[in-house]
Every structure is written in structure tokens, then in C-alpha cells.
């Protein structure tokens, strides 16, 4: 190194120590960079070629991770966890039926069946004097038709006897209750008993004559009574004119199927000639 350079940086240091501020060398900046450009997508695709078609085998050695079996085309089955029906091979895959029945999700039915509606007992009327005089104008009504009242269906010596009266006779079946309405005619069998009575009110009109009114509130689907009376043949009834009869047992032999004749004995069903549409009829039959 010459000379005069060691002396001159030398002469600058105490110079720099008396001033107090420590001198440090810095790098040169750094050339200034030039935007890049990019290219467009439609220069790109006028440049570019079509590759070639690559045809090979990729997943030959594809294995399943538990069993280690082959991806094979005769394999497939145990990739899929199917069980096959040889049992030497069965216990070698892995997965279980069990597994592929958890896994299945259960197909829910298209069709959706309407609920039925159940029949729903009658109410009585809470006044104990509004129930008397319901009882008075059935009572009424009963002794003008020059009938007696019975909730029960009757059978007469030289009519249908009870023997007669079987289920299995029915032509095309006898439809079942179910329980819930097994259960509701019970308890409204146990109401009349009791001597409670459905709020209803006969009446009497010169033109359409007994007729029965509601006299209180009775909702749709309501058990009100059972249609009694004498139990006779139909073709006992052949000729007969009145307007109140009821068949009771439909047979494939017409001289086996009953009729309910309520000339004699009835109750509030038979003392009205025109009932209400809010009011539903139960037939009484038994052995059901």
C-alpha cells in the first residue's frame, strides 16, 4: 500500500474520534429493476403445441392399505369389501357384512298411508237437569212408538237365534276395531250404565216426525249408540215395510244373514226417523 494513503487515513481517524460520530461503509444500491411483462393467454396458445398422448399403466400396483390385496380386475371384490361366496377367501378380505350394514342407509318408504281416525266417546252434559230431560224426551219419543228401550240386541223365540250371529259368515270379512276402539265403545257402554247419555234431544215435527237435535257440543268421529233391536232373518223381512231396518250379518247364502228389526225394542237410534250428519251410527255386532 503507498504511503501517502496510510498517512491520509490515519490523518482522518483522530479527526473522526474528535467529532465524536464513528464512520461505517455501506454497499453500493442496487441497480434499479425492470418491470416484468408478462404474457397473454392469447399469445400463450398461439405458441403452444399439443402434447402427445401418454398411454401406460398407473395404478397396477394400487393395494388396498389393510389387506394388501391387488387392485386387480379379478380383485375388486375385496377392494369393495363384497364378500364372496367361497368361505376359504372370506376371512382373507378385510371389512365385514356387518361393516357394509352399518353403512347402508335405509330406503324410506314413497308411499305415505293416511292415519286413520279414531272414533271418540261421547260427552255428556254436565247439568244433571239437563241430562233428565234428554232422558225424558227419548222416553217420550219411545212410548209414542209403542216401544221399549234396550240398548242390547235381542233375540225372540221363533226368530234368528244367537247361534246364528257368527263373524266367520260375513261375506268378504268382518272388519276388526282396533283396540283403541274397543276401548271407547267399552267406556261408553259403561256411561250408559251409569245412566249418562250423549247430549242429545228428541224432538217431535209435524212434517218429518221424531227427530234428534244436539244439545251440546258433540265433535265429528263421535260414538253415540249402538243400533239394537230383534234379531231376525232377511228372509223373514222379505216383506216387511218398515223403514228402520239394518242388516247385521251379509252372508253368501242370502237365508243366513240377519237383520236388525227394531219395531219393538230400540233405543235413541230407532226414535228418530232423520238423524243429524254430525251423528255416527255404530251397528252393534257381536263376536267382533
Not at 23 to 37: V, W
Not at 222 to 235: A, P, R
Request: charged share 30%; glycine share 6%.
Amino acid at each position: 500500500m503507498p504511503a501517502s494513503e496510510t498517512e491520509g487515513d490515519a490523518a482522518c481517524e483522530p479527526e473522526a474520534a474528535a467529532n465524536g460520530a464513528v464512520r461505517k461503509r455501506t454497499a453500493a444500491p442496487p441497480p434499479t429493476m425492470r418491470a416484468r411483462k408478462y404474457r397473454s393467454i392469447a399469445e400463450i396458445m398461439r405458441e403452444a403445441k399439443p402434447a402427445a398422448a401418454v398411454i401406460g399403466e398407473y395404478y397396477g400396483d394400487l393395494r388396498c392399505e389393510e389387506c394388501r390385496v391387488p387392485a386387480d380386475a379379478d380383485e375388486d371384490c375385496g377392494l369393495f369389501r363384497i364378500q364372496r361366496s367361497s368361505h376359504g377367501e372370506e376371512g382373507e378380505k378385510c371389512g365385514s357384512s356387518q361393516d357394509g350394514r352399518k353403512r347402508r342407509r335405509r330406503s324410506l318408504p314413497l308411499v305415505r298411508h293416511k292415519k286413520r281416525r279414531r272414533i271418540l266417546p261421547f260427552v255428556p252434559s254436565e247439568d244433571s237437569k239437563q241430562r233428565l230431560e234428554q232422558m225424558r224426551s227419548l222416553a217420550t219419543a219411545l212410548t209414542a212408538l209403542h216401544m221399549e228401550f234396550s240398548n242390547d240386541l235381542t233375540y225372540m223365540p221363533g226368530m234368528a237365534p244367537q247361534s246364528a250371529n257368527l263373524a266367520n259368515l260375513e261375506k268378504g270379512g268382518m272388519q276388526v276395531l282396533c283396540k283403541e276402539d274397543k276401548e271407547t265403545i267399552e267406556l261408553c257402554r259403561t256411561m250408559y250404565k251409569r245412566g249418562e247419555c250423549p247430549p242429545l234431544k228428541v224432538v217431535f215435527d209435524k212434517l218429518e216426525g221424531f227427530t234428534v237435535e244436539a244439545d251440546g257440543g258433540i265433535k265429528d268421529m263421535t260414538f253415540i249408540t249402538e243400533y239394537t233391536g230383534d234379531v231376525d232373518f232377511l228372509k223373514n223381512r222379505e216383506h216387511d215395510d218398515g223403514d228402520s231396518l239394518m242388516t247385521l250379518l251379509l252372508t253368501t247364502n242370502l237365508a243366513d244373514s240377519l237383520v236388525i228389526c227394531p219395531d219393538k225394542r230400540g233405543n235413541i237410534a230407532q226414535a228418530s226417523s232423520m238423524a243429524s250428519t254430525t251423528i255416527l251410527w255404530m251397528v252393534r255386532r257381536s263376536k267382533i
